[in-house]
């Protein structure tokens, strides 16, 4: 499997069960995040992930972009759920774009768009 596809998922894991720590393990603290419209950095997009609040995800048409020794970009559709109704929001359909840095051999993201595909 693609070293970017684990990364990934290991990043949206991280959301599901809500671990900030794991969460900030993968994404820089400086990352530019940009999600439902909403900019933060990876800080604080980590501290939002305490309460993320989907049930669970599935990513499919998983893509490399552009990839060498220090950077990698990458594009794929998410599919996620949400159970409960206060977290309607969080579920649907989205194309989503991140850039990986690779610093002392630890590849880290530094930036994530993503957006709603509709149905």
Same mark, same amino acid.
């Given at each position: ?7 990934? &998922? ?10 900030? #720590? ?6 820089? &603290? ?13 800080? #604080?997009?980590? %501290? ?9 995800? #599935?990513?499919?048409?998983? %893509?490399?972009?552009? %990839? ?11 599919? &996620?759920?949400?159970?409960?109704? %206060? ?15 690779? &610093? ?16």
């Amino acid at each position: 499997m693609n070293r970017f596809y684990e990364l990934e &998922t290991q990043m949206w894991t991280a959301a599901k069960s809500g671990s900030r #720590e794991n969460f900030s393990a993968l994404v820089s &603290t400086d990352a530019v995040m940009v999600c439902g419209g909403y900019r933060c950095s990876g800080a #604080e997009y980590a %501290e939002l992930v305490k309460d993320f609040g989907i049930s669970a995800f #599935e990513i499919k048409n998983f %893509e490399v972009t552009a %990839e060498n020794d220090g950077l990698a970009s990458v594009h794929y559709i998410v599919k &996620t759920y949400a159970d409960s109704p %206060e977290n309607a929001d969080l579920a649907g359909i989205f194309h989503v774009a991140s850039v990986w840095k690779n &610093t002392g051999g630890k590849w880290q993201l530094v930036f994530n768009m993503d957006s709603r595909i509709l149905e």
